[in-house]
Nanobody, 123 residues
Framework: QVQLVESGGGLVQAGGSLRLSCAAS????????MGWFRQAPGKEREFVAL????????YYADSVKGRFTISRDNAKNTVYLQMNSLKPEDTAVYYC????????????????WGQGTQVTVSS
């Protein structure tokens, strides 16, 4: 069993930065691919970024490529999402997810999900 807890959300002006963290319980964290997703009001949840269990080959949605960076620290059981050059359209609840199958994470069928953290970008 893995529990995920996101933190780091908040209110920021357009052009600003935030770093989200997702802390995972369980000693098998290093075996899981991790992903970040977001859901804006009135919209479906969408993929943001993915990182493999080893930390290699991160993958991003086109809308965040070049602005967001996903990383992980297996020693701390934590995955991060560094968000730079934020735009009002980045406003959403951000969720992290984990699964030992990277493809399941990518298609939002991950076994474990956090409760989300709100990110609001003002114009």
């Amino acid at each position: 069993q893995v529990q995920l807890v996101e933190s780091g959300g908040g209110l920021v002006q357009a052009g600003g930065s935030l770093r989200l963290s997702c802390a995972a319980s369980g000693r098998t964290f290093m075996h899981y691919a991790m992903g970040w997703f977001r859901q804006a009001p009135g919209k479906e949840r969408e993929f943001v970024a993915l990182i493999s269990w080893s930390g290699g080959a991160p993958y991003y949605a086109d809308s965040v490529k070049g602005r967001f960076t996903i990383s992980r620290d297996n020693a701390k059981n934590t995955v991060y999402l560094q968000m730079n050059s934020l735009k009002p359209e980045d406003t959403a609840v951000y969720y992290c997810a984990a699964d030992n199958d990277q493809i399941r994470v990518r298609v939002q069928l991950a076994e474990y999900w956090g409760q989300g953290t709100q990110v609001t970008v003002s114009s």
